[in-house]
């Protein structure tokens, strides 16, 4: 397996060495994809609606990229759509549905869970004030539903179900073959089809995206998630499934999102994809093993942690704790200090400090949610990496407490 770049000095704790911890919230570019994109930063600018040789090669750079994410889909290259990321992905997924099947008298009421991103319950948020009805399932105390319990939501007016994959803060991974299966199977009952879309934004590094096994209607990525460049992502959207654009404009992705294509942008997605999908197997055995590593020196460290997640249906590389008596910013600034960069939570909400819906949901206690901290791994870890964090680990979490006790 092709290492990704590693930027950071080997020893850690060395000046000017950084361990990056954050993978889940943003991961290096990779070279193979800067090297696919440069051309299109370049000399090859041309627009790709453009009628003259240079836009006939951006054109066809644009079509190749759809191509290879079509394969990895199991898709055809016109069920492909590209955006500008996961988060206009999703808004477009459950929007562009949901107001096409209200159109279609078909219903106004969406099925999701509590923990989703915010990219797709401020959607749903959103369609609440133009009459739709959301209905957000509970999870259990892992972060899981049950394929039965998202079947049994569905109505004969149910417009759209979005499940996430697999939770950004914690690590859950859903069952979603199954969901699929049960939604379908209940869909038929009720007489008709009821589109399921799935956030799949954290998954693509460590799961297959095939979306006949999976048996979902609408699928989003974002590429900056597994080395593509930010400002690049894909909308999977089944032929037949109805969809109102939600970008109108020149009628560019088949009328689906309009505006110039950024070129550069699919055909480093479609490139790190690729290469992201080849790696799966290698990248989770890595991340395994250097977050069994990172835990046990953790708990070594700090016998009191306490693990999110599922125990075992969560992603290789996420490793989500809390601390009792202190605040995760407080923490993540102590190890920032520590050039140990980090996550409170999930970086996409960490500009609001609030406790995580996510962790509220599964029904961790206020006190201990707030001192949550995620860290997410990357292959190219080394284990001397891992053992540094470990050990710098006690020190910033009493740092932690300190800073939260009431002056004397
Ligand atoms: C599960 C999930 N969905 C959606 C998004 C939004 O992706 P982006 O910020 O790249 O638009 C993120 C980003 O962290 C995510 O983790």
């Known amino acids: 397996m092709t290492p990704p770049p590693v930027t950071e000095p080997e020893a850690p704790g060395a000046p000017g060495a950084v361990v990056y911890l954050d993978s889940a919230a943003s991961a290096a570019l990779r070279p193979e994809a800067l090297e696919a994109m440069l051309p299109y930063l370049t000399g090859e600018y041309a627009n790709p609606s453009a009628h003259h040789e240079r836009g006939r090669r951006a054109h066809e750079a644009?079509?190749?990229?759809?191509?290879?994410?079509?394969?990895?889909?199991?898709?055809?290259?016109e069920e492909i759509v590209f955006t500008s990321g996961g988060t206009e992905s999703i808004n477009a997924a459950v929007k562009g549905v949901a107001l096409a099947q209200s159109e279609a008298g078909v219903g106004r009421h969406i099925v999701t869970t509590e923990i989703e991103h915010h990219a797709v319950l401020h959607s749903a948020q959103y369609l609440e004030r133009f009459g739709f009805e959301v209905e957000l399932l509970p999870v259990d105390e892992c972060g899981r539903v049950t394929p039965d319990q998202v079947a049994a939501s569905l109505r004969p007016d149910t417009a759209l179900v979005s499940i996430g994959y697999a939770n950004n803060e914690v690590g859950t991974v859903q069952p979603l073959a199954e969901i699929a299966r049960a939604v379908r199977d209940r869909a038929h009952a009720l007489g008709r089809r009821v589109p399921l879309h799935t956030d799949a934004v954290q998954v693509a590094n460590t799961h297959a995206l095939d979306v006949d096994a999976l048996g979902v209607d609408l699928l989003s990525l974002s590429g900056h998630?597994?080395?593509?460049?930010?400002?690049?992502?894909?909308?999977?959207?089944r032929r037949g499934i109805p969809f109102l654009e939600q970008i109108s404009g020149g009628g560019q992705e088949r009328q689906r999102r309009s505006g110039t294509e950024n070129v550069p942008g699919a055909v480093g997605f479609?490139?790190?994809?690729?290469?992201?999908?080849?790696?799966?197997?290698?990248?989770?055995?890595?991340?395994?093993?250097?977050r069994d590593r990172l835990l046990r020196g953790m708990r070594?460290?700090?016998p009191e942690v306490r693990v999110n997640g599922h125990?075992?249906?969560?992603?290789?590389?996420?490793?989500?704790?809390?601390?009792?008596?202190?605040?995760g910013e407080t923490l993540v600034a102590a190890l920032d200090a520590r050039a140990i960069e980090c996550s409170a939570g999930a970086a996409c909400t960490s500009a609001t400090w609030e406790p995580s819906h996510v962790l509220?949901?599964?029904?961790?206690?206020?006190?201990?949610?707030?001192?949550s901290l995620r860290m997410t791994l990357w292959p190219s870890l080394t284990e001397e990496q891992i053992d540094y964090v470990a050990g710098e680990l006690p020190e910033a979490v009493a740092q932690s407490r300190r800073a939260v006790l009431p002056a004397p």
């Open 225 to 237: 998630k597994f080395g593509g460049p930010k400002g690049s992502g894909v909308l999977y959207l």
């Open 311 to 327: 125990p075992t249906e969560h992603l290789p590389h996420n490793l989500h704790v809390c601390f009792s008596d202190l605040e």
């Open 270 to 290: 479609a490139s790190a994809l690729r290469l992201a999908q080849d790696e799966r197997e290698a990248f989770s055995a890595r991340t395994s093993v250097l």
């Open 62 to 77: 644009m079509e190749g990229a759809r191509d290879a994410v079509a394969e990895v889909f199991g898709a055809i290259p």
């Open 360 to 371: 509220l949901a599964m029904g961790v206690p206020i006190d201990l949610a707030i001192g």
């Open 300 to 302: 070594e460290a700090c």
